[in-house]
């Protein structure tokens, strides 16, 4: 089932979500429901909070990112094929390597893209989809994806990164998505 994607302005948005335990009602259904809501509004993650649950819940698939791209550009990212996970009540371990920029986007803040400096590596302790404990590090296009979803569980978003003068400046906007002023081809829910 395709669920509504939270816009920019939901105070769920801002929270820091909780951890889950394996009896979390209907959990398996939701793993589900994420993934095809996701890729139905061809998102490459996409985390809890953004349908609404404030648990420390998202998915990723770069899998997908590589598909579309030739041998040189491949070459460019150490995670080359990708990641395609379900983590569940994630934490970081540690934040390594130098920070680097990429043009982000967020399906919660459509028709917004900012360069966002992040670290290169990430290390994260979270559950499986099988719920089995995970120690894993992540590099390249997958940590960006994953520091992205990351964000959201803790209550982040990715233009808390940028400059307050951009900021400032995209003020409006952000104003006309919380109010659904804004035309996005997937199922939103508006704050207003
Ligand atoms: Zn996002």
Known sequence: MILPIVAYGHPVLRQTA??????YPGLEKLVTDMWETMYASNGV?????????????????????????DEDEKGEYPDNPGTKAVFINAHIVSLDGEL???????LSIPKIREDVNRNREVTLRYLD????PQEKTFTGISARVILHEYDHIDGKLFIDHISQLKRKLMKGKLTDISKGKVRVDYKMMFPQ
Do not use: H
Request: glycine letters at 10%.
């Open 100 to 106: 680097w920029p990429y043009n982000e986007g967020c």
């Open 45 to 69: 993650g996409l985390a809890a909070p953004q349908i609404n649950r404030s648990i420390r819940l998202f998915v990723v698939d770069t899998e997908q990112m590589f598909e579309g791209m």
């Open 18 to 23: 909780t951890d889950i335990d394996k009896d």
């Open 129 to 132: 989809g099988q719920f089995e």
